[in-house]
């Protein structure tokens, strides 16, 4: 089936510095991935839209200057915090659509980021 | 404006019975329903579907209901198990293929 493949899985970083979270589609392509920010209340929240050779469309609140958002090839798409911030820290998850039949979306295992 | 709701935001329910996770919509052209299952610093994994033309899809323990008119759905679990404890976010699609998810319900099924 369809996997999407997320690094680092848990990273932190100090403030002030930038992190890459990577988000890959192992046996797909994936022309269109998404990147959700999960805040402690549980809700899944959409950042951005991320499109393969063009740029991302980005959420109303969502700052694209922070947040960058890169897909520059059919299978990897990737989100950098920059000058990060313990506001930033949080639980940020790609998806990529695998199927619209069974599969829906198929998520990566998310990273979790903690800036101190 | 949440177009995917889902008001309760925990369940409690014992292991043996059924769970009942309830989800309202507002967006008339969705046409395709999912639930995901969540667990702790995990990414959401795909439970079962169900489209618009339908009003019922099972899956093992899991059986997904529609009701167009009132626009809402639900996820049965029968019976419960303790591994079910998790977070439960449905999905709906609409015809631009953008997946919107409501807010989650965190289910704990107690042995």
């Known amino acids: 089936g369809a996997v999407v493949s997320q690094h680092p899985s848990w990273v932190i970083c100090k403030s002030g510095t930038s992190v890459k979270i990577e988000c890959r589609s192992l046996?797909?392509?994936?022309?269109?991935m998404f990147w959700y920010r999960q805040f402690p209340k549980q809700s899944l929240m959409l950042m951005a839209t991320s499109n393969e050779g063009s740029k991302a469309t980005y959420e109303q609140g969502v700052e694209k200057d922070k947040f960058l958002i890169n897909h520059a090839s059919l299978t990897l798409s990737t989100l950098t915090v920059t000058s990060a911030h313990p506001e930033d820290s949080s639980f940020y998850i790609c998806?990529?659509?695998?199927?619209?039949?069974?599969?829906?979306?198929?998520f990566g295992s998310g990273t979790r980021l903690t800036v101190v | 404006d949440q177009q995917v709701k889902q008001n309760s935001p925990s369940l409690s329910v014992q292991e043996g019975r059924i769970s009942i996770l309830n989800c309202d919509y507002t967006?008339?052209?969705?046409?395709?329903f999912l639930w995901y299952k969540k667990y702790p610093a995990e990414g959401p994994t795909f439970l079962i579907s169900i489209s618009s033309i339908k009003d019922k899809n099972e899956d093992g323990r899991f059986t997904v209901f529609l009701n167009k008119s009132a626009k809402h759905l639900s996820l049965h679990i029968v019976p419960s198990q303790p591994g079910d404890s998790a977070v439960y976010f449905c999905a709906a699609y609409n015809a631009g293929n953008m997946l919107t998810f409501g807010g989650g319900t965190r289910l704990m099924v107690k042995p």
């Open positions: 046996d797909f392509q994936a022309t269109t």
């Open positions: 967006n008339s052209m969705f046409d395709y």
């Open positions: 998806s990529a659509p695998s199927d619209r039949g069974q599969r829906g979306y198929t």
